[in-house]
Structures are given as structure tokens and as C-alpha cells.
């Protein structure tokens, strides 16, 4: 069954008519859950930070994190706004490479989650500091096996450590973060084993920053980098870095 974005996705040529019918559907059964969210954005605070020494900035040239957070759009487009990264690729992660295809990964039987490859300067900033950001304005980790109005286990909240240190410091910053109650329900938050990232096809990546007045990127993703400028103005850097270069 398609999720509501799937059935907004366009392609490289821009929206068709089909996806301006389909739009007008969204904001009939979306608006109000998401309009509610956006009402509430001036409460929004950012979640406390990760407490430990893993959460200062530590030597080395580059990085890897991989995260699931809902629609790959919104979680790519935000990280491509934080002081230190270089590069946030829109992917999936979960499965099997032979199932790393958008039409399949949307049945939700292919063990993927839409996801993102983050690479970043751990000079710059740390991979708490990551967390903290995806917990605090990516998406709400509270939500399981969806987001907004995508529903499905591909769009699961999911961390992918690449190595032991990134799974230690996840799982004690969830725990830190469930005891505290910062939210009013449970992280349902996976650690998964690292697993083989599988960039996703050409016209996903970038797709916020090609598609602006997209109903699903108005809606769903521009109040995330509003966010992360409010919330992290030290870290919002204000041109992204895109990667559409690289295909």
C-alpha cells in the first residue's frame, strides 16, 4: 500500500498532474496533524544533550552515521544544513540489496528504512551532537513504524551504529532521554547492526532543496529547518551542501 508521500513523489521532471490532484488529498488528511505541529513549533525545545565526555568533539578527518527518521527528504535536507557535515545522502538501510529500490522498499517488505548517510567532521561536531539534532527536529522517535502520514516499517525511526562506540553512546542517550521523560512517550528508536547503506536513485537526492514548493516538502519538511536554524543556530549553516554533483 502507498503511503501518502510515495503517491506525492515526482519525478526528475518536476510535479505532475496526477501529483497536484494528489496534493489537494494530503491537505485534506494531513493538514490537520501537521498544522497542528506546526502551531505548537514555538514550544518545540531541543532535547538536553547527550551527557557525557562522547559528547565533545574529538580528532579525526571524517565520520560516518546512518539514520531513519520517516521520508528521506526532510532528515537529508536538514543534515545538509549542519556546520561539519559534508555530505547527507538519501538511501536505505535495512535490507537486502537486491530490494534497495524505491518502489519495492515502499511495499514495506524489504527490511529497508528510507535512511541517511551522514559524513562529518568529527572536529566540527561530534556524532552526539548528530543525535541530539535527529531526536530534537528530524522527526518524533516516539512515533513507531511511522511518521506524519507515512505510515509503514520503511519509515521507522532507526539508528545504524557503523561501529561499538556509535551503538554505546545511541543506546545510553536513549536511555538518558526515556528516564528523563523528555518525551511524553517512550523512544521506540531501533539499533539495528550495521548494515550495507544503498544510496537511493538520483531523483530523491536533494529533493527539498529541487522541489521547494513541493505540498509534501511545504508541509512536512521546511518547518524541520526552521527548526534546526532556531533550535541550533550555532550549527545551521545556511547553504546546504548538496550532492546531486556526485550522480
Same mark, same amino acid.
Given at each position: 500500500?502507498?503511503?501518502?508521500?510515495?503517491?506525492?513523489?515526482?519525478?526528475?521532471?518536476?510535479?505532475?498532474?496526477?501529483?497536484?490532484?494528489?496534493?489537494?488529498? @494530503?491537505?485534506?488528511? +494531513?493538514?490537520? $496533524?501537521?498544522? %497542528?505541529?506546526?502551531? /505548537?513549533?514555538?514550544? &518545540?525545545?531541543?532535547?538536553?544533550?547527550?551527557?557525557?565526555?562522547?559528547?565533545?568533539?574529538?580528532?579525526?578527518?571524517?565520520?560516518?552515521?546512518?539514520?531513519?527518521?520517516?521520508?528521506?527528504?526532510?532528515?537529508?535536507?536538514?543534515?545538509?544544513?549542519?556546520?561539519?557535515?559534508?555530505?547527507?545522502?538519501?538511501?536505505?538501510?535495512?535490507?537486502?540489496?537486491?530490494?534497495?529500490?524505491?518502489?519495492?522498499?515502499?511495499?514495506?517488505?524489504?527490511?529497508?528504512?528510507?535512511?541517511?548517510?551522514?559524513?562529518?567532521?568529527?572536529?566540527?561536531?561530534?556524532?552526539?551532537?548528530?543525535?541530539?539534532?535527529?531526536?530534537?527536529?528530524?522527526?518524533?522517535?516516539?512515533? @513507531?513504524?511511522?511518521? +506524519?502520514?507515512? $505510515?509503514?516499517? %520503511?519509515?521507522?525511526? /532507526?539508528?545504524?551504529? &557503523?561501529?561499538?562506540?556509535?551503538?554505546?553512546?545511541?543506546?545510553?542517550?536513549?536511555?538518558?532521554?526515556?528516564?528523563?521523560?523528555?518525551?511524553?512517550?517512550?523512544?521506540?528508536?531501533?539499533?539495528?547492526?550495521?548494515?550495507?547503506?544503498?544510496?537511493?536513485?538520483?531523483?530523491?537526492?536533494?529533493?527539498?532543496?529541487?522541489?521547494?514548493?513541493?505540498?509534501?516538502?511545504?508541509?512536512?519538511?521546511?518547518?524541520?529547518?526552521?527548526?534546526?536554524?532556531?533550535?541550533?543556530?550555532?550549527?545551521?549553516?545556511?547553504?546546504?551542501?548538496?550532492?546531486?554533483?556526485?550522480?
Amino acid at each position: 500500500m502507498m503511503s501518502l508521500k510515495q503517491k506525492l513523489s515526482v519525478s526528475a521532471s518536476g510535479l505532475s498532474r496526477r501529483c497536484a490532484i494528489l496534493a489537494a488529498a @494530503l491537505l485534506v488528511a +494531513g493538514v490537520a $496533524v501537521w498544522g %497542528q505541529r506546526a502551531d /505548537a513549533s514555538s514550544e &518545540v525545545r531541543a532535547v538536553p544533550p547527550f551527557a557525557s565526555a562522547d559528547s565533545v568533539k574529538k580528532p579525526g578527518e571524517s565520520e560516518v552515521a546512518v539514520i531513519a527518521g520517516g521520508c528521506f527528504w526532510g532528515v537529508q535536507g536538514v543534515f545538509q544544513h549542519v556546520q561539519g557535515v559534508s555530505q547527507a545522502v538519501s538511501g536505505y538501510a535495512g535490507g537486502d540489496g537486491k530490494t534497495a529500490h524505491y518502489e519495492l522498499v515502499g511495499s514495506g517488505a524489504t527490511g529497508h528504512a528510507e535512511a541517511v548517510k551522514i559524513t562529518f567532521d568529527p572536529r566540527q561536531i561530534s556524532y552526539a551532537r548528530i543525535l541530539q539534532i535527529y531526536f530534537s527536529v528530524v522527526h518524533d522517535p516516539t512515533q @513507531l513504524n511511522r511518521q +506524519g502520514p507515512d $505510515v509503514g516499517s %520503511q519509515y521507522r525511526s /532507526a539508528i545504524f551504529p &557503523v561501529n561499538d562506540d556509535q551503538a554505546r553512546i545511541a543506546r545510553a542517550y536513549i536511555a538518558q532521554l526515556d528516564n528523563a521523560k523528555v518525551f511524553p512517550a517512550p523512544i521506540v528508536t531501533r539499533l539495528e547492526p550495521s548494515r550495507e547503506f544503498f544510496t537511493a536513485e538520483a531523483y530523491h537526492q536533494d529533493f527539498l532543496y529541487r522541489n521547494p514548493g513541493h505540498p509534501y516538502i511545504v508541509i512536512n519538511d521546511q518547518p524541520k529547518i526552521v527548526e534546526l536554524k532556531r533550535l541550533f543556530p550555532e550549527a545551521y549553516r545556511d547553504k546546504p551542501v548538496l550532492v546531486l554533483r556526485n550522480f
